[in-house]
């Protein structure tokens, strides 16, 4: 590959036009959309409005004038499209720890109420860390236990103790992918339910939350997921902090009360009657009041991702993903020997980014290569080893490659600066070992 | 008093020059700050530097470079000033609704570990629906039990079975202000904790959690609050939906987790290890990622109260808020036969709200009244009665005033057009009395 044949691969990319929906800095190759993705053009104008128009000079009126109370829902339908749910099965709201909180509670009492000798929630080791916090708090308050396995150990673990599996599809740290639909099969089969956290596939990889044609009305043979929540801010690019959005099952949805039963959740949240009734369906897994100002800039990244639909939607999104962190990947194999893939190989594992660590035993080499590399306009990110994780120990740099509008050239060119900060040594240099505090 | 008589208070007023800060739209008298805050003329540049140049330019440097990540401790020790609260004791964070469940839960685990034969949470029957909600979610899981009363039978309720005294300050629909130091100090001696809510005391009224000089190093004597959230879209005009905070007195605040524990409550989030470890303080009250633009916003909410301190601050603003709703009372009083005072008439146990019912029986003349009062351009809200509350049956008119930009001669021309209002018959329209989804 030379850098000409990437720009003859963006020549021909079906997708190219996708890009120009976003205010993309100047000198700048961006490859963090999996951390924070980038600004929709529309965002700014349709912020101000809502600062402007809706809260200054709509004020209380907008809650019913501008629809801001729909805000959840509205949203909530264009990201079901994305990942395989149906309308009105899906509503934003809260953050991605709020909700795995709400789902990860109601999958416990659907166990505990249905097979209450399954003490076990069934998680990854690397899985990202607020998961496992989560769950531990959840452990610690409902008496249940959460076991940590390697990935290919986890259908050998789903027993007669399992009560859920609870997974995030594409791991933060490796991008590995996991089968879901496979191991959605595999838990029913045991017993168990399944909790997904798509923070990095939800507008990365396709998903059928619904297992569309996979399986009967037999939920021991279905390959459905039971429960799902995914982020706003990454590859939906909703901003800084944008709310999440949550996901229960049709079958699930309305057996229980989550336990965070705001106002806002209630059949009649403005009948003001002093008892609790769960509105029906996902609308119970609303909680507070909707955070307007961040929903407003979410819907603008959300719609970015839909606007590729006409377009192939997700399937072709994945097709350029793929090909994008193949071309890397390929490119830091053959120039920078410094360095060894620290995701999969196989397109079939690896979500849509690309991790990589020292293969020289150099474990503490990952954040001043990634400050040097950003100090040249390629911004990717860092993530420390786990000294305690045997596959884990090391340093990574982290590179997501959001297919929206990350090009082909980009790619090269993000490599090619790799190799110039290795083979330089500049690397080295003390400033790009002093630590910030978000890493 | 006359109309010239409020104009030369207005003229009068140390603090006029505070409304300047806001963007009031033309026309309007606004009396439902206690709903949702007008937008601070700053926080639409604010928000737009926040989306261009620290989302759009900075992208995921600004976590670090553009402070992101101390938003949530900014703020809260900016809050902190107007609640007498100390630095570094409450931060911004999620909705009310879920700052209730953690305050709540932890209370209640405090309770469960101390005195285990505890187990009642006492709250007001009229108390906002969703801190009933979640109190109510709380009682099904951790087994006790939801004792609900009113406000002057609370005192005599508070028994060795009580574990929390749960009350919103300032109610939501009269206005009833509680004497906070004299309930804390009755529930201690009890031996009960207090959780507050003060949604619509914050930025309102003079507020004291700490019980400075009110009382000794032992709790049992003490006037000081246990646990208080608050709103961020009321008196502190931080825009709808803005993020809440969350406070706990540094007596409890390391005793337990709180059950959200999410990585950003972690004692090192960025080290990404799967064990969680809570913050030291009221860290450990945050969960999920911060939401950047939602903070930005609410931040220039809470200067606009902070811009009141070199005036005489929050005493200042209380004496100015009592002066208005007076004013405002004295002049239906004056005017509107047909209303009756739903809020204390007394200044000790009044908010910074007035609320008006029917004076004849007519329990749905609320909602029309109100919505042909805002065609004439004030703009209040309405509140359902509860046909079960012996004394919350009826129907009410809802005028929060807030003194940073609500000025005397608001308050009486508010009073004229409500007049008119019910004078004129216009009321009686069939326009006024289509609902509207939010009331």
């Known amino acids: 590959m030379t850098r ?24 700048v190759i961006y490859l963090d959309g999996n951390s924070l993705g980038v600004l929709p053009k529309t965002a ?8 402007q128009d809706e809260w200054g000079t709509g004020l209380i009126r907008s809650w019913n004038a501008a629809g801001w109370m729909d805000l959840p829902q509205r949203i909530g339908d264009k990201i079901a499209r994305l990942v395989g749910a149906g309308a009105g099965e899906l509503v934003v709201a809260d953050s991605t720890s709020v909700n795995l909180f709400k789902v990860l509670s109601a999958a416990l009492t659907i166990s505990a109420t249905d097979a209450p000798q399954r003490k076990v929630i069934l998680s990854e080791r690397s899985n990202f860390p607020t998961d496992l916090y989560i769950a531990q708090a959840l452990c610690r308050e409902r008496g249940f236990e959460l076991v940590l396995a390697e990935p290919d150990e986890l259908p050998a673990l789903l027993t007669e103790r399992t009560a859920v599996l609870m997974l995030t599809h594409v791991n933060y740290r490796s991008g590995r992918l996991h089968d879901m639909a496979a191991l959605n099969g595999a838990a029913h089969a045991a017993g ?55 996901w229960a099952h049709p079958r699930h949805v309305d057996r229980f009360w989550q336990p965070l039963a705001g106002w806002i959740g209630h059949a009649a949240p403005f ?3 002093p008892g609790y009734r769960p509105a029906a369906g996902i609308a119970r897994y609303l909680c507070g ?41 390929d490119r830091v194999r053959a120039t920078c020997p410094e360095l060894a893939l620290a ?12 991790s990589l660590t020292s293969a020289e035993g150099q474990p503490e080499l990952g954040y001043p290569v990634m400050q040097a590399l950003i100090a040249r306009g390629v911004i990717g990110d860092f ?57």
């Open 383 to 439: 993530r420390a080893g786990d000294p305690a994780h045997p596959k884990g120990a090391q340093d990574i740099l982290r590179f997501g490659f959001t297919p929206l509008y990350v090009r082909h050239v980009d790619a090269f060119d993000a490599a090619e600066q790799l190799r110039a900060v290795l083979h330089s040594g500049e690397w080295r240099r003390p400033e790009f070992k002093q630590r910030q505090a978000v890493t």
């Open 271 to 273: 009948d003001f009657t």
């Open 289 to 329: 009041t909707p955070a307007v100002l961040s929903l407003a800039a979410l819907e603008c990244g959300v719609d970015t991702v839909l606007a590729a639909e006409p377009l192939g939607g997700m399937t072709a999104l994945r097709a350029k993903s793929l090909a994008l962190t193949r071309l890397f990947a």
């Open 44 to 51: 700014a104008a349709r912020v101000q409005q809502v600062v």
């Open 343 to 354: 995701s999969p190989a196989d397109d079939a594992l690896r979500g849509s980014q690309l």
């Open 192 to 246: 168990a339910l399944t909790v997904w956290d798509l923070a990095h596939s939800a507008g990365a990889v396709p998903l059928d939350l619904l297992g569309t044609g996979t399986g009967s009305g037999d939920w021991r043979r279905s390959k459905a997921a039971d429960f799902a929540i995914g982020c706003g801010y990454k590859y939906l690019n909703g901003g800084p902090g944008a709310p999440a959005f949550v």
């Open 4 to 27: 000409d044949e990437a720009l003859a691969l963006d020549a021909a990319d079906p997708l190219a036009t996708l890009r120009e929906q976003f205010a993309l800095p100047a000198g």
